[in-house]
């Protein structure tokens, strides 16, 4: 608990005054609306909230919608706090116009809105209609949510300053890690074993290339598929930041990590990442490796392994489901996943951790955050396994209980059910709140069944044993796992540089790899990424790191 102790102690300041839009009658019900015996609000209190439309997913039943649906009806029943949802463009950039439109005073604020980057964050807390929320974090937030926060203290700094908090995570935790998925029918037909270094990762690519390993007499596989098309390190799928990290450890393309010093220094320009650019040059020009990588996003460059092309790729467990139709390219095709490969000296390869699917930033005329934590952590019953949500939220709806058993799959409900409805896309959270994205497949594996977590996971041993294990794989390997250490507003001269930057990173690097510049162009892009803004940005980056520690 003192870790907690330290970060809130941090936090902690007088809240900050900021004007908004709350309306008369939510004042109104700020003031009457007091709990009862058992927890729940009179008269009903009502607080207003924004998603984005295209989360506004599943289907409703005739006459329901967004606001009118059993999800906020048992919110209301349970809490009396009702919940009134706003839609607001159709994706993440109509959504962020929206928002925009409000900091000019066209449009009013909802009490409660998610908020997904840093720059949006900023602009939200220069306007001055956001509240400060530390006191609220520190006499209503519950303890066992504030014990999750304290695992993840850099998902407040993008919504702190001047010592002030505006705003938290939305449901932090750790986003499961990525593990080398690969087509074991073609190491077995081969006589090979999976990589767990570069030398042998080079050995089987050349064998899933050269040695027809799908046994058809034909010149029409390859060994690695992955994305080009950002800063080489995709995040999620299709990822080839472990052939990076083999090299440079910590510092991977695209990420501020520290270094012996304890600065914060950007990993694209580390020398290690230099002999992996000379090493993916030799693998493309062989043909080793997926052709049009550099112009091909995530999604469709894992595409390439549910073709039957490539045989290895890299990316989260769920992505094995998503390359299963392999099977209809060819029907003997058997899919695993593996550890990532380890560095030269045995230490682990590194990968980007996300943490946080956005923020919530609270108006700053919104008096109920009492009431919002009650509702926050009745939400967090379904991670944890208790309450009301010991297995999911609503029966019937995200699980049912058939035979005395508790199932997932709508078609093996009593009666089967082809489009649900999702009760935990309407609440104020993107995606329903997790302890652990791993730690239960641990747990199913071990025999523990008790959550709803837990029983999920036990039945994709039973349903997809190969993802399963996936999962097991990240969680034994979670140290893999770094969050990028910079996660803040962009500093003045990324404003001014940034993008050329990044531009130039991603033509350098891909030029390398196609052929077309020699590896002393590397040398070249440190020299200008530094003069060019680079070294000003680090400056400043290090700056705002000596704030935050």
Known sequence: ???????????????????????????????????????KYEPTLTITIAKQLDENAGKYAEGDDINKNPMVELTEEKLGIKMETTLLGGDAGNYDTKLRLALTGSEELPDVFPVYGTQMIADMIESGRVKAIDEDIEKYMPERLKEIYDKYPETFYPVMKDGKTYGIACAPTLTEGQVMIIRQDW?????????????????????????DPDGNGKKDTYGFTYSGSGVYNTGWVSDPVALFSANSGKHIPGSWQEDENGNLVYGSIDEGNRKTLELLAKWHANGWTFQEAAATGAWDAMGQFTEGKAGIFIGRPWAVGSVRDVTSVDPNAVIACYPNIKQDNGECTYQSAQTTDGWLMFNKDFDNMEAFFTYYDWLYDVAFGTGDFQYGFMEDHDYDIVNGEVVFDTSKFDPAVTDPFLPGKSTVLKNTPMIDRMQEYADAKAGKTETGAQIRAAADFESAPDMAEGYVIANDNREELIPNLYNAEPTPTMKKCWEQLQTMEAQVYTNIIYGKEPIESFDKFVEDWKAQGGEQITQEVNEWYKTMK
């Open 1 to 39: 608990m003192k870790k907690r102790r330290a970060i809130i102690a941090t936090l902690l300041t007088a809240s900050m005054l900021l004007a908004a839009c709350g309306s008369a009658d939510q004042k109104k019900n700020s003031v009457q609306s007091t709990k009862n015996a058992d927890g």
């Open 187 to 211: 190491l077995d037909n081969l006589g090979l074993k999976a990589p767990t270094n570069l030398e042998e990762f080079e050995a089987v690519i050349k064998a899933f290339t050269e040695d």
